[in-house]
């Protein structure tokens, strides 16, 4: 269920730009830093086998220990610090004096416990207090071992939180372990613990003690056995095969020992026994090492649920190792291993293990590849030394002794604690190496701190706030976290700390009483300024809070005191620049331009998204960035939830050479970015939610954080926000604009950090579930660092689901609307309380079977959504009326919220200005308006397409309920009929870019006819406008079908002018892809419109249109010859004819006379006027010529000749009247000379000219003066008296085609036939063999004189 609740405010456009910039330069730095920090040096890296691809050895130089007390002159100044000392609770100290053989000691991290084993009694208390102690004493045998285990899940009771496992030389004793406060509780090293008295298991030792216990984190419990054997605890809810619930499982003998007996192995094999077990939960693996210095791995799969043993170094083997690295020392530095510690993989991805021996040589093992570019999880395969590290005194002239028999020793995130003999008695001293400082190379701060008596056991405490925080945000350590560890003795226990810098400033600080002293002037310079400004900010921010406000302040002045140096940002090198933030379902906005500032991106990106991209967030009801002035962050927003925005860092100029130019900053500025990166750097990558499975095999989808994972970092970031109010840079400058930027962003943060706290405490898996799958998935593949940048979006989706599950289930919002206002009063506003009552009105409506009470609710709706615009999710709300059918309402919002949104109407200054690239503003203002005006077009669609599906007529459509969608409950022919009618109500409103939008959707639809024959009056005035600046903007096809839109439009509005003038371009502007065909209608509908509708001034016009329908006709004569034509011109020749209109030149010279086309010749000549007789009887041979040639296959000379005469009349009838064009008796003669040779029919040619529409008298004159000239070109042709004898039958003819004439022309008629008569009688008297056509003569013309 989704809520209409928005993240938009009515900022101005000036102040959400501004903002805008804001977050994306504060995003982009920090996204720098962090991945600055994320880049330090592998362990690969600094101890040189990456770079040499050998093993290495190190602690023999110089340089490799520093004495931070010598190098900043401050004696007193120590690493390691005892935070606390507890003895012994006295009713454990009665104890000791009854001791009888055995007392051991240890500590539980887990839970912050200690614990004394004496004989066969235990006792557990806090060691940070020294109260809550628990015993227990059910055991009748000496304790051998001790250990501590969380259980698997669903085995036991939800209360028994872990399980202590007690060995002794007989049997192996479970105990449940409850805590009587709810574990929820921060403070759970306060709760009080209670050993359960009954055993949960009670399994028997075979004779194998078992020196040691450890589990894992799936619950698994190992033992060290005395044998040398690695043994397990399995334990399960149900019963076996056997009928137990768990079971001893030897994994380093085989299936078949058991038939040996164990004396017998005794005496067959040398014991070794297993004393130190250690597991790497994070790679799950397993280590042990025996009490002669042997190291085994075992695999226990990539699930933690597997066995399997893979090598098995002894400790002459590792001695051996270590000496071929190490060649220069003696074999004894090197043996034996007295401790060993695992390595998990947030810490080095290619160390495995870290071994101590008793000189306090530590060597660094590898169990996979060391390659550093195989990437991807590994299974171990071996074990592999890479790298020895030899403790302080090796080095020449050094003045540090060397530590000496090391019995205990801890190694935790890079650095090592170690206890060791001070020299005489029972005295022992803690020795530190750690890399406190950043450094070259692999160099150590060391170190030592007297004990006041033997440690008998030394171990590494989790960080301090682990207890509360998820795993995913422990699994990235904190730079500055401090080592803790615990040492425990008869005296008590010791809590120690191995600080940071930040521990070191703070020492520094005490000592020192202020700032200005040297040895902290020589800090800063000696860590860095930007990185000790960063811990002045981290002590300024923390110690007020730790009871030492002192500090604090002396913090903040060391901060302003030295921060004001400048120190420019480090750039990417090429290899290193940061990714884009990607959701494989948006499209990113890419840069492909040189980087400039993240200022000018983010506007430049803006600018050029169209309003189209904002699709998917339509769907589930989400503001577009666009439509409406978002939250001073929503504008981030591309196509989808998340900005997708390139980081650069804080870019100030172009770069040069490929590398930008950064801007120098102070110290103090890039130390508070520093900080607050490593405030979020833990979740900064991290993916928000995880998806899991319910019993059945349904995902749904949990957060990766908890809502005290989320309370943690708040607390910090509102800390560091509280400070910043202090800090102040130039105004104007860069620097206060970034610092600026910076506290938006953590209000930012803060806000969404806030409200994802509340959302995991509201079920967050079935808020997550009521978004839309395609939001899903998005939400799925984002981290909060896109959370942060663009995520606000969804963040509106997620509260909205938050505040409709309230209206869901009837309850009251008042609550969360109050809790909701004060944590981000960004994200929910006042506002929101109008937007959820209108949500409530709409689906109420919705439901409504009454028509007058629900347009009633639906008018309270709308008018409540108008009040609050344009802060309101407009795409959810649209939908919501377009569902209830309230088409007329969707209008009606849509331009409340345009006129709300662009009150001065910039957008349509802009858009009659043809949208000028300068006018950002109008721009920006343009492209929100078309988002808005996007839904109504959006709901013009699905009446479009309801409209176009075919009505089945079913019954059930009738009966649909009053609930279900009102679109679906339409026919047809209504949806065309409510689709008409909102199409013209939006072009009834006075709002030009609404009318530009349904014009735009319209013509994508090829609907622009609708907008002329939709009315019977004018076309709306905006139309005209559109049309042409469209038109001009669009690409060619487009354009076309714009510009023959345009001059109907202007056709019906009756400027029949501007309507010719219009068609006069459509059909001469070349290359618009218009074929000629279409150029023809368009001249010929110009000549219409201003001949037919008499549109005054148009007479040039109606000129060149003429001669352009004449020319263009003669080009579709040319065209259509060159398509019939046997030899085929090339394809652009032809191409050119469509692509535009051709003079008349033009066509005579390249296509017309280049080839031989004598019909489109004479077409020309005609259409050009030009008189030139000897080129048109050229014209006309050939045109004879050519059809002669092709009837020459024509069985007979009359077909042959018919054939010619054929193509004659088709000519003739065209060009009879034009004179010039058609010299007739050119034309007769030559027609009578192919009959002569042809020896045809006589009568074909005088025929085929009368059927022309030549009269009977131009025929006469025609046959008279042949008969006269007497030419000798008729002998040639193979009879003399061929003309003659065609007199004769012109004569006989004259017969019938004299009666229907007129007297006075049958009289003009009857005297040309006898002018024939004696011309053809004069020219057959001097010839012989003539007398046959004499008397034909004679007989016809006598048989015309009786006419009379």
Not at 377 to 390: D, G, N
Not at 501 to 521: F, I, T, W, Y
Not at 836 to 853: C, D, G, R, V
Not at 1145 to 1150: A, F, G, N, V
């Amino acid at each position: 269920m989704s809520s209409i609740v928005n993240s938009e405010r009515a900022l101005q456009p000036d102040a959400t730009k501004m903002q805008l910039d804001c977050l994306e330069l504060a995003g982009c730095t920090l996204d720098r830093y962090i991945n600055s920090d994320n880049s330090r040096p592998s362990f690969l890296e600094i101890t040189g086998i990456a770079a040499q691809g050998t093993a290495t050895c190190s602690g023999l130089n110089a340089g490799d220990y520093k004495n931070l007390a010598a190098l900043l002159n401050h004696p007193s100044l120590s690493q390691l610090k005892i935070l606390n000392k507890v003895p012994l609770p006295p009713e454990i100290m009665e104890h000791f004096a009854h001791v009888q053989c055995h007392c051991l000691m240890g500590v539980f991290p887990e839970i912050s416990r200690v614990w004394l084993a004496i004989d066969s009694n235990i006792y557990v208390w806090a060691f940070e207090h020294g109260t809550d102690v628990a015993y227990f004493d059910g055991l009748g045998e000496t304790i051998v071992s001790v250990g501590l285990v969380k259980p698997k899940t669903g085995v036991f009771q939800n209360f028994v939180k872990y399980l202590l496992v007690l060995t002794t030389t007989v049997e192996i004793v479970v105990l449940g372990v409850t805590f009587s406060n709810s574990k929820q509780d921060s403070s759970e090293e306060m709760e009080e613990i209670h050993l359960v008295p009954e055993p949960v298991f009670v399994l028997p030792t075979d004779g194998v003690s078992m020196l040691c216990v450890k589990s894992t984190s799936k619950g698994r419990i190992f033992m060290g056995g005395k044998d040398g054997c690695l043994y397990e605890i399995t334990y399960q809810a149900q019963l076996g095969w056997f009928g137990k619930h768990c079971k001893k499982i030897n994994h380093s003998n085989s299936a078949l020992s058991f038939l040996v007996p164990s004396f017998l192995n005794a005496a067959l094999y040398d014991e070794d026994p297993i004393v130190k077990i250690e597991v790497d939960n994070t790679r799950h693996i397993l280590y042990t090492l025996s009490e002669k210095g042997c190291i085994e791995v075992f695999d226990l799969g990539s699930d933690g649920e597997g066995l399997s043993k893979v090598v098995r170094l002894t400790q002459g083997k590792i001695v051996s190792l270590a000496v071929d690295i190490v060649k220069t020392l003696e074999p004894t530095n090197f043996r034996p291993v007295i401790a060993i510690s695992a390595v998990d993989e947030a810490e080095s991805d290619h160390l495995n293990l870290v071994a101590v021996t008793q000189t306090g040589a530590r060597l660094y093992f590898s169990a996979g590849s060391v390659d550093v570019n195989q990437g991807g999880p590994q299974r171990p395969q071996y074990l592999t030394l890479l790298h020895v590290r030899l403790p302080p005194g090796f080095t020449p002239n050094s003045s540090v002794l060397k530590p000496k028999q090391v019995h205990s020793a801890a190694y935790e995130n890079g650095s090592l604690v170690m206890v060791c003999s001070a020299g005489g008695g029972d005295a022992e001293a803690l020795w530190c190496l750690s890399r406190v400082l950043p450094g070259a190379g692999f160099s150590e701060a060391h170190t030592v701190l007297a004990l006041d008596g033997p440690a008998w056991a030394l171990t590494a405490l989790p960080p301090k706030h682990s207890s509360h925080l998820s795993p995913a945000l422990l699994a990235k350590r904190e730079v500055w976290s401090c080592g803790r560890w615990a040492v425990v003795s008869a005296w008590g226990a010791a809590l120690l700390s191995a600080g940071a810098a930040p521990d070191l400033l703070r020492s520094l600080l005490r000592d020192c009483r202020g700032p200005e002293a040297q040895p902290v002037k020589d800090m800063f310079q000696l860590q860095g300024v930007e990185q000790a400004c960063a811990c002045a900010l981290y002590l300024a921010c923390e110690e007020p809070t730790s009871g030492e406000p002192s500090i604090g302040e002396w913090a903040a002045r060391a901060f302003f005191l030295y921060g004001s140096q400048v120190a420019p940002a480090p750039v990417y090198p090429p290899s290193q620049m940061p990714s884009a933030i990607a959701s494989p379902k948006f499209s990113p906005r890419q840069m492909s331009t040189p980087m400039t500032r993240p200022q000018d991106q983010m506007r430049q990106a803006q600018m050029n998204q169209s309003f189209n991209q904002t699709q998917m967030n339509q769907s589930v009801g989400l503001a577009s960035p666009n439509s409406v002035p978002q939250s001073p962050y929503q504008n981030m927003m591309s196509p989808g939830i998340f900005n997708q925005s390139s980081f650069v860092g804080n870019v100030t100029q172009q770069p040069q050479n490929g590398f930008p130019v950064q801007a120098e900053y102070s110290a103090k500025h890039n130390g508070m970015y520093i900080y607050v990166g490593k405030i979020l750097a833990p979740i900064w990558n991290l993916k928000c939610v995880s998806k899991s499975q319910t019993p059945d095999n349904k995902e749904f989808m949990t957060s990766k954080v908890t809502g005290e994972d989320c309370a943690y970092i708040v607390k910090k970031l509102q800390r560091v926000a509280n400070f910043l109010q202090r800090v102040a840079a130039p105004p104007h400058s860069e620097e206060n604009a970034s610092i600026h930027a910076l506290k938006l962003y953590i209000n930012m943060a803060i806000e969404m950090l806030s409200l994802w706290k509340v959302l995991c405490e509201h079920q967050f898996h079935v808020i997550a579930a009521s978004l839309p799958p395609e939001q899903q998935s998005a939400l799925q593949a984002a981290s909060f660092r896109e959370l942060f940048l663009g995520g606000q979006e969804v963040a509106c989706l997620l509260l909205g689901s938050l505040v409709a599950g309230y209206l869901k289930d009837n309850a009251s919002v008042d609550g969360i609307s109050q809790k909701l206002r004060q944590l981000c009063p960004t994200l929910y506003r006042q506002e929101d309380a109008t937007c959820s009552k209108a949500n409530e009105l709409l689906i109420f409506a919705k439901q409504q079977k009454n028509p007058a009470e629900r347009e009633e609710m639906l008018s309270q709706a709308l008018k409540l959504c108008k009040d609050v615009a344009p802060n309101v999710n407009l795409p959810l709300v649209c939908s919501k009326l377009l569902s209830a059918g309230y088409y007329s309402g969707v209008v009606e919002l849509c331009v409340t919220c345009a006129s709300k949104l662009d009150p001065q109407d910039k957008a349509l200054y802009y858009y009659k200005s043809d949208q000028p690239a300068q006018d950002r503003e109008g721009q920006l203002a343009y492209y929100r308006r078309m988002e808005i005006y996007r839904e109504v077009c959006g709901a013009l669609e699905r009446l479009y397409e309801r409209s176009a599906e075919a009505s089945d007529g079913s019954p059930a459509r009738a009966r649909a309920p009053a609930n279900c969608d009102a679109l679906h409950t339409l026919s047809p022919a209504d949806a065309q009929y409510q689709g008409k009618k909102l199409v013209w109500d939006c072009l009834s409103r006075n709002d030009e870019l609404l009318h530009v939008a349904v014009y735009e959707w319209l013509i994508s639809k090829n609907l622009g006819s609708e907008l002329i024959s939709g009315t019977s009056g004018a076309p709306p005035p905006t139309l005209r406008t559109y049309l042409a600046a469209a038109a001009r903007a669009a690409p060619a096809p487009a354009a076309l079908q714009l510009l023959d839109l345009l001059w109907k439009v202007l056709e019906r509005a009756g400027d029949h002018l501007a309507a010719a003038h219009v068609l006069e371009g459509l059909a001469t502007k070349p290359g618009t892809g218009a074929t000629l065909a279409q150029r023809m209608s368009w001249v010929c509908a110009g000549v219409v419109c201003v001949r037919g509708r008499g549109a005054a001034g148009g007479a040039e016009l109606v000129r060149r249109l003429e001669e352009a329908a004449e020319v263009a006709r003669v080009q579709a004569a040319v065209r259509a010859a060159l398509r019939s034509a046997p030899c085929a011109p090339p394809p652009h020749q032809l191409q050119r004819l469509d692509d535009e209109l051709l003079d008349i030149t033009q066509l005579y010279e390249e296509y017309a006379d280049r080839y031989n086309l004598w019909e489109c010749k004479l077409a020309i000549v005609q259409c050009s006027g030009h008189n030139d007789a000897l080129l048109v009887e050229n014209i006309w041979s050939n045109i004879l010529a050519e059809a002669e040639a092709n009837a020459r296959n024509l069985p007979t000379p009359d077909e042959r000749l018919a054939s010619v005469l054929s193509k004659l009349t088709t000519l003739g009838r065209e060009y009879v009247n034009t004179g010039h064009c058609f010299p007739l008796y050119f034309i007769v003669r030559q027609l009578e000379i192919m009959s002569c040779k042809l020896q045809a029919d006589k009568s074909l040619v005088f025929k085929a000219i009368l059927n022309i529409g030549v009269s009977f008298e131009q025929v006469l004159d025609i046959y008279i003066k042949l008969v006269s000239v007497n030419e000798r070109v008729w002998l040639g042709c193979g009879d003399e008296s061929h003309v003659c004898g065609a007199a004769v039958c012109v004569l006989q003819a004259a017969r019938t085609l004299l009666p229907p004439l007129a007297p006075a022309a049958r009289r003009r008629a009857r005297a040309r036939c006898k002018d024939l008569h004696e011309a053809a009688l004069s020219a057959l008297q001097s010839r012989p063999n003539t007398q046959q056509l004499i008397d034909k003569l004679t007989v016809a013309q006598s048989y015309l004189d009786r006419m009379d």
